[in-house]
């Protein structure tokens, strides 16, 4: 599927608040609500839009730690790897990325104390056998987080 200026705008549009009613929408780029409708649902069927979802404080919701973690396997086997993206995975990991460089994982973990923190790090990190290092950056401040991608 190519996207035109029409679907770059709906999903502009949509990132922004996906509950924009669909006649909105419409009038903001010049299309009929059918038509809106369709593209959308297009949109959806060819994984640009993979979810619409609620963005959470979570301060509001007890989760007032952010930490970065930056993690280096010990084996990096592709089974190896493929566990340690599982384990990597749960609740409290907000994201997970794969990286190139000294460490091959960077977590953002959202926790309620450091107390919880020191948990989740002898388990995912202290009494895992492939982790090698890990180090910790505690967030001071959440200068800018967005889900945008365009």
């Not at 009038?27 to 809106?36: D, G, Q």
Request: overall charge negative.
């Amino acid at each position: 599927m190519i996207l035109d200026n029409f679907d770059q705008n709906l999903l502009e549009l949509l990132q922004k608040d996906c509950q924009t009613p669909l006649r909105e929408l419409a009038e903001t780029v010049h299309l009929s609500t059918a038509s809106v409708q369709r593209r959308i649902q297009k949109l959806k069927s060819n994984g640009f839009i993979q979810a619409n979802v609620a963005v959470l404080d979570p301060d509001k919701l007890g989760l007032v730690i952010t930490l970065l973690v930056e993690v280096q396997a010990d084996k990096t086997h592709t089974a190896d790897l493929e566990l340690l993206k599982a384990q990597f995975s749960g609740p409290e990991i907000q994201q997970c990325y794969y990286v190139t460089g000294e460490a091959d994982f960077m977590l953002v973990l959202l926790v309620p104390s450091m107390r919880r923190f020191q948990e989740l790090s002898d388990t995912l990190f202290h009494h895992n056998p492939n982790v090698k290092w890990f180090r910790t950056m505690v967030v001071l401040e959440r200068v800018k987080t967005s889900l945008e991608v365009i």
